[in-house]
T-cell receptor
Framework: GAVVSQHPSRVICKSGTSVKIECRSL??????MFWYRQFPKQSLMLMAT?????????EQGVEKDKFLINHASLTLSTLTVTSAHPEDSSFYIC???????????FGPGTRLTVT | GQNIDQPTEMTATEGAIVQINCTYQ??????LFWYQQHAGEAPTFLSY??LDGLEEKGRFSSFLSRSKGYSYLLLKELQMKDSASYLC??????????WGAGTKLIIKP
């Protein structure tokens, strides 16, 4: 149990375009979802925390107008990278947490390359 | 403030034992996690300690001392597939994970 999927697994887009990444909890209800970014050879960097039905809480330095997060249901959260630039190229990973379960279950990640 | 520290890289031999240490400072604590991350993949859960002591799970064990702000992950009978980064993270008073930078473990034959 506790499976989290992400789609797409890889995406290449042109500079200036927008990209949407989906994160789904397949067999549990995710009251909280987290979005991370990881640059090569660096640790996970938390971008934002989202609770179902409410606005996401962004970490300092993360532009909320550039990284749009929607957590419309207990099984789906989306991250939209708007007007992507090459410096946004990274590995984006979501994780989800259920009600009383403290463990975060990670999705497989999405590798974004902006050309 | 909050901080967490672990070694950047360690090397060990196949079949041997390795201990990866993690130290942390925080005013609010709700447990410590260890995750394994292979290159290009998402982290996978290894262990969770919230009380002092040793938790054993097969070849992997994790230890916690809350008074010392210290944890370690012990890997026994190392296999080549254990080559990965090992991330420690503590959960703060807001139930948010604070991540270490990860320890890259290199296994040599």
């Amino acid at each position: 149990g506790a499976v989290v999927s992400q789609h797409p697994s890889r995406v290449i887009c042109k500079s200036g375009t927008s990209v949407k990444i989906e994160c789904r909890s397949l067999d549990f209800q995710a009251t909280t979802m987290f979005w991370y970014r990881q640059f090569p050879k660096q640790s996970l960097m938390l971008m934002a925390t989202s609770n179902e039905g409410s606005k996401a809480t962004y970490e300092q330095g993360v532009e909320k107008d550039k990284f749009l997060i929607n957590h419309a249901s207990l099984t789906l959260s989306t991250l939209t990278v708007t007007s992507a630039h090459p410096e946004d190229s990274s590995f984006y990973i979501c994780s989800a947490r259920g009600g009383s379960d403290y463990e975060q279950y990670f999705g497989p990640g999405t590798r974004l390359t902006v050309t | 403030g909050q901080n967490i520290d672990q070694p950047t890289e360690m090397t060990a031999t196949e079949g041997a034992i390795v201990q990866i240490n993690c130290t942390y400072q925080t005013s609010g604590f709700n447990g410590l996690f260890w995750y394994q991350q292979h290159a290009g993949e998402a982290p996978t859960f290894l262990s969770y300690n919230v009380l002092d002591g040793l938790e054993e799970k097969g070849r992997f064990s994790s230890f916690l001392s809350r008074s010392k702000g210290y944890s370690y992950l012990l890997l026994k009978e190392l296999q080549m597939k254990d080559s990965a980064s090992y991330l420690c993270a503590f959960m703060d008073s807001n139930y948010q994970l604070i991540w270490g930078a990860g320890t890259k473990l290199i296994i040599k034959p």
